[in-house]
C-alpha cells in the first residue's frame, strides 16, 4: 500500500485526507477548525468511526499537532501507512506554476510573494506546508495550485482591457481558479462519455460556497470565470461574483467606504447572503419556497448568472458535447440545474426532469437521451485530484 496524505490549510482551519493512492481509497480524513482562537475544534473520521474533540489551536503548528494526535488515538497508525508525499493545495502559483512542484525554499518564498495576489490563501497554504515540514520532514512535499489548469487560458482571455504597460508591472490580469477540481471533473466527464477527453468540448460549472465555470476545449481550460482573484464571475454564497467597478467609485464618494470595507462588501456581504440573507443554497430554496421574494430573487439572478455563462462558453467553445455541473449546489440542487438550462432547447440543451430529480452520488447524466449536448452532474474530489498529482511528481 502507498499513502498520500494531502493537506488543505487555510487561515482558519485544517482540512487532511490520508489516500491510499494504489486504489484510490481514503483511509482517515479530518477537519481542524477554529485556528487561532482559544475554543477549536479537531474531527477526524478514522477507519472505524468518527471522533470529534474541542481543543485551544493556537496556531498552524499546533492544527498540525492535533492532527497527528488524532492518527495516533484513533488511527489508521501513521508508522504503519507511513505517507510517501504530503501533497498541499496552493490556491495562487501565479505564471510561474503551470505543473505539481515539489516544494524547495524557492517555491516556498514564491508562494509567500505570491501572497499579494491572494491574501487570504496563500500565507494560510504556506503556514500549513512550514508546520508539514515540521512533522514529516523526510518525504517530499508538493504543492498543487489551483491557478495551473487555467495557465492554458490564451493571452484574449486572460487579458483585462486596461493600460497594458501598467497591468505588466503591476502584474493584473487574469488567473482562474478551483482549477484541480475542474481538471479533475472534466477528466471524470469525458471518462463518463467513454470518449477520448482531447475530442469533448465541455463547460464545467462548479456550484460551491465559491463558484466558477470554466470552458474545456479537449482537456485544456481555455476561459474560467474568476480572474485575477476569486471575486469575479458567478453570483457566490457571500461574493457578488461580476460588478460595474464604477459602482465602487460611486459607493465611496457618495458613502465615504473606503477599500477595506468596499472589498469586505463584496467579498463576504453580498452574493447569496447579501440580496436573500442566506449564504447556503439549501436556505435560500426553503425560504423562497415560504414566499420569500428576496431569497426567489436571489435564486433569479444566481441562475440568470448562469445561464449568461453557459451562453458565452458555448460559443467561445464553436461547439458543446458536455454541460457538466459539481461542487455541493451543482451536484445537489436540481432547482438550480433546471433553472441554469431552461429555455436552452434551442442550443441542443434538453434536460430529463426525472434524472435531475434523483438524488445520487455517482456521476450521472441528466439530458434526454436525444438531447445534442450531454448533461451531467460529476462529482468533484480535489482531494484525489491532489492526491493524482502529487504521485505523478514523486514516481
Ligand atoms: P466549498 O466551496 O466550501 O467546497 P461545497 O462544494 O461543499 O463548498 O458546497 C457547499 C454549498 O453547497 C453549501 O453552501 C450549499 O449552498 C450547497 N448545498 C449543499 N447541499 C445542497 C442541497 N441539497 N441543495 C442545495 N444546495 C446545497
Request: proline share 4%; with cysteine; hydrophobic share 40%.
Amino acid at each position: 500500500m502507498s499513502t498520500i496524505l494531502v493537506i488543505n490549510s487555510g487561515s482558519s482551519s485544517l482540512k487532511y485526507q490520508l489516500i491510499d493512492v494504489e486504489v484510490e481509497e481514503v483511509l482517515a480524513s479530518g477537519l481542524v477548525e477554529r485556528i487561532g482562537e482559544t475554543t477549536g475544534t479537531a474531527t477526524h473520521h478514522g477507519p472505524a468511526e468518527s471522533h470529534d474533540r474541542d481543543l485551544a489551536v493556537a496556531d498552524h503548528a499546533a492544527a498540525f499537532a492535533a492532527m497527528r494526535d488524532a492518527f495516533d488515538e484513533h488511527g489508521p497508525s501513521l508508522a504503519e501507512h507511513p505517507p510517501i508525499a504530503i501533497g498541499h493545495r496552493v490556491v495562487h502559483g501565479g505564471v510561474r506554476y503551470i505543473e505539481p512542484t515539489i516544494v524547495t525554499d524557492v517555491v516556498k518564498s514564491d508562494i509567500a510573494d505570491l501572497a499579494e495576489l491572494a491574501p487570504l490563501h496563500n500565507p494560510a497554504n504556506l503556514e500549513g506546508i512550514i508546520a508539514a515540514e515540521g512533522l514529516f520532514a523526510d518525504i517530499p512535499h508538493v504543492a498543487v495550485f489551483d491557478t495551473a489548469f487555467h495557465q492554458t487560458l490564451p493571452p484574449a482571455a486572460f487579458t483585462y482591457a486596461i493600460d497594458a504597460e501598467l497591468a505588466e508591472r503591476q502584474h493584473v490580469r487574469r488567473f482562474g481558479f478551483h482549477g484541480t477540481s475542474h481538471r479533475f471533473v472534466s477528466r471524470a466527464a469525458a471518462e463518463f462519455l467513454g470518449r477520448p477527453l482531447g475530442e469533448v468540448k465541455q463547460i464545467v460549472l462548479h456550484l460551491g460556497n465559491g463558484a466558477s465555470a470554466c470552458a474545456v476545449d479537449g482537456g485544456r481550460s481555455i476561459e474560467t470565470s474568476m480572474g485575477m482573484t476569486p471575486l469575479e464571475g458567478l453570483v457566490m454564497g457571500t461574493r457578488s461574483g461580476d460588478i460595474d467597478p464604477a459602482v465602487l467609485f460611486y459607493l465611496h464618494r457618495k458613502t465615504g467606504m473606503d477599500f477595506g470595507e468596499l472589498e469586505d462588501l463584496l467579498n463576504r456581504r453580498s452574493g447569496l447572503v447579501g440580496l436573500s440573507g442566506h449564504n447556503d443554497m439549501r436556505d435560500v430554496h426553503d425560504a423562497a419556497a415560504s414566499g420569500d421574494h428576496a431569497a426567489q430573487l436571489a435564486f433569479d439572478v444566481y441562475v440568470h448568472r448562469l445561464t449568461y455563462y453557459i451562453g458565452g462558453y458555448f460559443a467561445q467553445l464553436g461547439r458543446l458535447d458536455a454541460l457538466v455541473f459539481t461542487a455541493g449546489v451543482g451536484e445537489n440542487s436540481p432547482e438550480v440545474r433546471a433553472r441554469a438550462v431552461e429555455g436552452l432547447g434551442g442550443l441542443g440543451i434538453r434536460l430529463d426532469l426525472a434524472r435531475n430529480a434523483a438524488q445520487s452520488h455517482l456521476p450521472r447524466r441528466i439530458s434526454t437521451d436525444d438531447s445534442p449536448v450531454a448533461v451531467l452532474v460529476v462529482p468533484t474530489n480535489e482531494e484525489l485530484e491532489i492526491a493524482r498529482q502529487t504521485l505523478s511528481v514523486v514516481r
